[in-house]
């Protein structure tokens, strides 16, 4: 092992129990609609919707980078509150793998949504959401690097021991609000804005407490309906933290396949660009009720220099499945004489 790697390793497991925590970076938020708004849960057409993302970024510069998964699924479900409004359930998971030590962040959480419409074609709706689950952090043994392994690895590695029982637990309290309008056939605007670790929740490091700052993340963006076959859409995501401000405006354009009104099955093309850290590219495509994504991200900070401008790599993909419920026709029988 060189010297280079080394440093960075125990840098980087330095960063991780000294810096509050980092959430999940995404660079396609089509595909974590519950991650990116806790309001979004149960908000579209169909009867459940299934999907996930895995995100490999890092490589070049920490070694193992970073491996990040998750997974969700969703449904709308009628209430008798209201002609036009409805409930949003789901539940999502999701593993986070980070640097040399393999430091794991796990989570499951629960999502909640109540939507209100404002009209009976859901022209104009307003949604409210919230999320609450458990977290967990540990350490992978095998691959921790301390300093013994650097001078001579036939030292015995008591801090080895230590740091692969490592294991903490927190809970989780997220809230969002969302504004979607339909102006046109097939056009329409969503604003909204989520706040993310409300109670500021702290979790026991190795030798302090660690603590996640409050994040609020707000989204707009704009589908519009240029010509019958092709749709553009503008969108930016601004995040903020005490540590950090995220800024990342993206475009995309999208192609429809078929002349066919009924046939919604397109792809779509869109650059993207995270303030100060990296360039976006995506594409995608739509077909039926499946929907998958692919994103790359160029890094153009001074990381560059590590990893040769490689950044993270980002697959995506949801369903929305249809069940209607077969009715029960009671046979008529018609006396031929009649």
């Known amino acids: ?37 806790p309001a979004f849960t149960g908000g579209f057409y169909g009867t459940i919707r299934m999907g996930g993302t895995y995100r490999d970024q890092g490589r070049k510069l920490m070694g193992e980078g970073f491996k990040t998964m998750n997974m969700f699924i969703d449904a709308p479900i009628s209430i008798s509150i209201g002609k036009n409004n409805w409930l949003g359930v789901g539940f999502q998971v999701y593993n986070d793998k980070a640097g040399a030590a393999q430091m794991v962040t796990q989570g499951v959480i629960v999502n909640f949504a109540y939507h209100l419409s404002f009209d009976k074609k859901y022209k104009n709706v307003l949604s409210f959401g919230a999320q609450y689950g458990m977290i967990q952090k540990k350490m992978d043994g095998e691959k921790i690097i301390v300093a013994s392994d650097y001078v001579d690895p036939g030292v015995p590695l008591t801090d080895r021991a230590s740091l692969s029982s490592y294991k903490a637990n927190y809970k989780e309290t997220n809230l969002g609000i969302a504004f979607k309008s339909k102006f046109a056939k097939a056009s329409s605007f969503t604003i909204g804005i989520a706040a993310y670790h409300i109670f500021a929740p702290q979790y026991a490091g190795i030798k302090y407490k660690n603590y996640i700052n409050r994040r609020y993340t707000f989204h707009s963006s704009l589908y519009y309906r240029l010509t019958k076959a092709f749709m553009i859409e503008p969108q930016i995501i601004v995040s903020l933290s005490n540590n950090s401000t995220n800024i990342m405006p993206q475009f995309k354009s999208f192609i429809k396949l078929s002349k066919d009104k009924r046939k919604t099955d397109m792809v779509y093309f869109g650059l993207g660009y995270r303030l100060n850290d990296a360039l976006q590219m995506m594409v995608g495509m739509k077909y039926k009720n499946f929907d998958i994504g692919f994103a790359y991200d160029i890094t153009i900070s001074s990381a560059a220099q590590y990893n040769n401008h490689q950044g993270g790599i980002e697959f995506g993909v949801y369903k929305i499945f249809q069940i209607h419920k077969k009715r029960n026709v009671t046979p008529i029988l018609i006396c031929p004489e009649l």
Request: net charge positive.
């Open 1 to 37: 092992m060189n010297k280079k790697n080394f440093f960075l390793s125990i840098v980087f497991i330095s960063l991780v129990f000294v810096l509050t925590g980092q959430d999940l970076n995404q660079t396609n938020t089509r595909y974590s609609p519950l991650y990116q708004n």
